[in-house]
């Protein structure tokens, strides 16, 4: 595992219950309902990819999908299980072995943030190959141009920034055709919205 990871996952191990706790209540019902819409079966199978400590399973699980989660972090994959009772699978997104033409939907909502910009091709082709023809993805990434270890006080995590013009071509290359996009959180002004989601779908070809 790369140093990057293995970082950014301790610091998430040492504060997996304050971060559920912070996180659990967050409303992002808007991007659930966006992968819903786009997903060719509903309900579907749907992965969640940087599932935390499980909060998107649930509601997932409660609307009749079929959700297994993936995190890189120990405490968030037993937390998960726990709260989702569902399969839930320890692996990081640089090492990613999913199954292949499964998933009616990927929700990575705001995991991806945590993947090097040169390496998000090649994360993005892993995820597409999990889809079912059709299969939607819903990425939510934070904007910005920044790339690096963001510091906290119980460590480091390292996050890069992205906005349309820059995250669009890798979807593209990696096989997904744009749906929409649109920016969160609701109701503010565009440069106060810290929040890119980007709607995909897995191209026919």
Known sequence: MEKHE?????????????FRAGTWDHDVSQ???????????????ILDVGCGPGRDLVAFKGQGHTVIGLDATPAFVEMAQQAAGCEVWQ????????????FDGIFANASLIHVPSSQMVKVLKNLHN???????I?????????????????????????EYETLSPCLETAGFEILH?????????CEQQSWLV???RKSHS
């Open 6 to 18: 293995q970082l950014t996952i301790a610091e998430y191990q040492l504060t997996a219950e304050s």
């Open 31 to 45: 991007n659930r309902e966006a992968l819903v819409a786009a997903m060719p079966r509903n309900p579907g199978k």
């Open 91 to 102: 692996q990081s997104f640089l090492s990613l072995d999913l199954p292949q033409a499964t």
């Open 130 to 136: 999990s889809l079912v023809a059709g299969g939607a």
């Open 138 to 162: 819903v990425m939510s990434l934070c904007r910005g141009d920044t790339e690096g270890y963001s510091a906290r006080p119980t460590g480091y995590r390292y996050v890069a920034g992205w």
């Open 181 to 189: 996009h649109y920016y969160r959180p609701p109701g503010l002004p």
């Open 198 to 200: 980007i709607v995909g």
